[in-house]
Antibody
Framework: ITLKEAGPTLVKPTQTLTLTCTFSGFSLNSAAEGVGWVRQPPGKALEWLALIYWDDDQRYSPSLKNRLTITKDTSGTHVVLTMTNVEPVDTATYYC???????????????????WGQGILVTVSS | DIQMTQSPTSLSAFVGDRVTITCRASQDIRNHLAWYQQKPGGVPKVLIYTASTLESGVPPRFSGSGSGTYFTLTISSLQPEDVATYYCQKYDSDPYTFGQGTKLEIK
């Protein structure tokens, strides 16, 4: 499994940031698969942003949900994250992550983020 | 939302020392906790999941324990290549919150 982030490296304040995650080794059209985003401001901690599952179930960070949209394409190989009204505090490295939910009797069980992309540094500045 | 609190925030130890990092959840997360290692300039890499399961390829000097709200990551004999920042993460349900990180250095 590999994931790779793509998008602008410089964005102006108030603009909308659009990032694309392209992945291989699995399909988001297959049951139990999920792809998400984690960001890390320079010198700071990791912050989970959003995640989308094979069935189009979307989950968002409560603090950012009003500004984020995560979508997947029909091919099952791309996920797009949009963040509206960016500010300098949104400057960070953005990572794409993979999550697969194991199935056990009773249903799907939680699982960690097992694969990460290399990350893309996005700077918000005028 | 459940908060994840790591301690200490930074740690310095000698090569060969036993090192322990703790992570506390503000509510019960059962054993749905992972530990990640991020080396300087690198991408986070999972070390341990389900609180105590070692990821394939991770040296056995790393171990995890705990359940509910209290978890630990232990390095039995610190090596120079272990210099990194370590993060815990809850993944029982969203939001999939990370701890604030523990920066580990060699004395």
């Amino acid at each position: 499994i590999t994931l790779k982030e793509a998008g602008p490296t410089l964005v102006k304040p108030t603009q909308t940031l659009t990032l694309t995650c392209t992945f291989s080794g699995f399909s988001l059209n297959s049951a139990a698969e999920g792809v998400g985003w984690v960001r890390q401001p320079p010198g700071k901690a990791l912050e989970w942003l959003a995640l989308i599952y094979w069935d189009d179930d979307q989950r968002y960070s409560p603090s950012l949900k009003n500004r984020l949209t995560i979508t997947k394409d029909t091919s099952g190989t791309h996920v797009v994250l949009t963040m509206t009204n960016v500010e300098p505090v949104d400057t960070a490295t953005y990572y794409c992550v993979h999550r697969r939910l194991p199935y056990e009797p009773g249903g799907y069980v939680p699982y960690h983020f097992d694969y990460w992309g290399q990350g893309i540094l996005v700077t918000v500045s005028s | 939302d459940i908060q994840m609190t790591q301690s200490p925030t930074s740690l310095s130890a000698f090569v060969g020392d036993r090192v322990t990092i703790t992570c506390r959840a503000s509510q019960d997360i059962r054993n749905h906790l992972a530990w990640y290692q991020q080396k300087p300039g690198g991408v986070p890499k999972v070390l341990i999941y389900t609180a105590s399961t070692l990821e394939s390829g991770v040296p056995p000097r790393f171990s995890g324990s705990g359940s509910g709200t209290y978890f630990t990551l232990t390095i039995s004999s610190l090596q120079p290549e272990d210099v990194a920042t370590y993060y815990c993460q809850k993944y029982d349900s969203d939001p999939y919150t990370f701890g604030q990180g523990t920066k580990l250095e060699i004395k």
